[in-house]
């Protein structure tokens, strides 16, 4: 049954992706002694992947966007579980991920989790912020005195 999984299974994916996450983590940082902006950057961009896998509930809403929105009848068509609107259209869009499911009574239904999106762009934020910042002090450590000149 796809809608069971639609509903439950990107929430559990994304809470197993973090655990499993954790133990490389945890070996990196325990061995490696890396520094904050470093381990802050693999958390941001950690979150980001996990987030736009849910989002596209693990790409599901890029092969048979249909399964997502409802279920399969009998007969062919697509109908709202609990009540009687079929599925008319469904629009994906990959970038922030959504999944917009039109019925036949007129209302539209968004697929994806509301924490998708906000887990996204900060994720992405905390990535890009933490390689700027990883990049200011390689900068700052590489450069060479400006005063000494070299010879040709």
Not at 80 to 104: A, E, I, K, Q
Not at 147 to 152: C, F, K, P, V, Y
Request: proline share 7%; glycine share 8%.
């Amino acid at each position: 049954m796809v809608s069971l999984f639609t509903f439950f299974g990107p929430p559990a994916i994304t809470v197993l992706l973090f655990a499993v996450g954790a133990i490389p983590y945890a070996l990196w940082v325990s061995r490696k002694k890396p520094s904050r902006p470093a381990r802050w950057a693999v958390i941001g961009i950690a979150a980001a992947i996990a987030a736009y896998g849910a989002g596209t509930v693990y790409g599901l809403a890029f092969t048979n966007p249909l399964d997502v929105c409802a279920d399969k009848t009998g007969n062919g068509v697509y109908m709202d579980v609990g009540r009687d609107y079929s599925l008319t259209t469904v629009n994906v869009d990959s970038f922030p991920p959504s999944v917009t499911c039109h019925w036949t009574s007129g209302h539209s239904t968004e697929a994806v989790w509301f924490w998708v999106s906000p887990l996204l762009y900060v994720g992405l934020a905390c990535f890009l912020v933490c390689c700027a910042l990883l990049l200011i002090r390689r900068s700052k450590d590489r450069k060479a005195p400006r005063d000494i000149e070299l010879d040709a």
